[in-house]
């Protein structure tokens, strides 16, 4: 079978997914400078979007100049110094990085590990130190398909500032910023956001803006003289040059998650991924992460003993133009991630998948 043109392929690895078509026709808008008040005006709208998409009234929401991990960072270094206590859950590769981050931040760390597969236990984060600053926890965790719980964090949090990672869940699954009192939380814009990679939506409480770090250790990432170029009625001073081509691209992407209304947006990731994964266990896989838990966006599947997984994923790309993502760690080789976030949670793209499985394993 000849191979699939590029422009064809659909991307249900862990991410990037394929991005509306409508950030990637922004992406071709005339350029404008980042003081330009029709530009100001775009972040304005994008700043406002995003406060809808991540259910909060915080003042300080803003795409972040850099991926997923520029948000984790910049949410530490602008919390954390020496010494400072941060209790982090760990049930996979996220909640990991979150620990190095916020060590390089000068942190004392105090791990609460889950199983990889199986959501944290709130109550045992909450125990695990009697006076944390923070409390930090991944939402989705991209290595294993698991979601975790926020809401008991949030209401039982004391006075530790609670930070989560909302990466891949992010207008993916429910998402409830002041509803769970979260403090801190920053996504990526490839994942369920379906933009391009290259931002990272935070958002900052006041009562975190209150307690932020005198001065951050990071020049790049200090949220106190970003805001200054970010928030509506500040002075706007240039801070650093803000990557105008994608914010025009994360607009549009907004526009268009908010046009087809953020419920119908989760609910066509829900029926995706239920779909999904019927589909994969009617083909006799088993699903890996803990029932009760299973991410829609993200699919985590055994591989069937017997099969060249390497292969089966290398046909899947040429032959049929679908990525699916491997393992990681410890479960390279052994796991398949398949995602089904933003524009590429579709039916048809689950139906396509199904029936390519069932030609290549018979
Ligand atoms: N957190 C989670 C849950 C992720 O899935 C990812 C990336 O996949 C990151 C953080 C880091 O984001 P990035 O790779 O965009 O830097």
Redesign the pocket.
């Known amino acids: 079978m000849p191979a699939m043109p590029l422009s064809d392929r659909v991307l249900m690895g862990?991410?990037p997914c394929n991005p509306y078509p409508e950030a990637v026709g922004a992406l071709g808008r005339p350029m404008l400078g980042h003081l330009d008040p029709e530009f100001l005006t775009v972040l304005d709208e994008v700043n406002q979007n995003l406060r809808t998409v991540f259910r909060t009234s915080n003042s300080l929401t803003f795409p972040v100049s850099g991926?997923?991990?520029?948000g984790?960072e910049a949410c530490l270094v602008n919390t954390v110094e020496d010494g400072d206590v941060v209790v982090v859950g760990v049930n996979g590769v996220?909640g990991d990085?979150m620990c190095e981050v916020a060590a390089r931040c000068g942190a004392e760390v105090v791990r609460v590990q889950a199983e990889w597969g199986r959501a944290l236990d709130p109550q045992e984060l909450l125990e695990a130190h009697p006076s944390p600053k923070v409390i930090a926890v991944?939402h989705?965790?991209?290595s294993t398909g698991v979601r975790n719980d926020i809401a008991e964090l949030g209401s039982g949090k004391g006075d530790s500032l609670l930070l989560v990672?909302c990466?891949?869940s992010l207008a993916g699954i429910p998402v409830d910023i002041d509803g769970w009192g979260v403090d801190l939380a920053y996504s990526?814009t490839?994942?369920c956001l379906g933009t391009p990679?290259g931002l990272?939506p935070v958002t900052v409480s006041p009562r975190a803006r209150e307690r932020l770090v005198d001065r951050s250790r990071s020049w790049y990432l200090d949220f106190s003289m970003i805001a200054d170029y970010v928030e509506t009625g500040s002075a706007r001073a240039y801070h650093h040059t803000a990557p105008i081509s994608l914010v025009f691209a994360l607009h549009a992407a907004l526009d268009t998650i908010l046009a087809e209304g953020l419920p119908s947006v989760i609910e066509r990731h829900r029926a995706c991924g239920q779909r999904l994964q019927e589909g994969l266990q009617g083909l006799g896989f088993e699903l890996f992460a803990e029932e009760g838990h299973r991410l829609p966006e993200l699919t985590t599947v055994w591989v069937p003993e017997g099969i060249d997984e390497a292969e089966v994923r290398a046909q899947l790309l040429n032959v049929y133009g679908i990525e699916v993502g491997g393992g990681l760690g410890a479960f390279s080789g052994k796991l398949w991630r398949i995602g089904c976030m933003g524009h590429t949670a579709r039916h048809r793209n689950v139906t396509n998948l199904i029936g390519a499985l069932r030609e290549l394993l018979g």
């Open positions: 862990p991410g991926t997923g991990s520029a984790m996220f990085r991944v989705a965790e991209t990672d990466v891949t990526g490839q994942k990679p990272a």
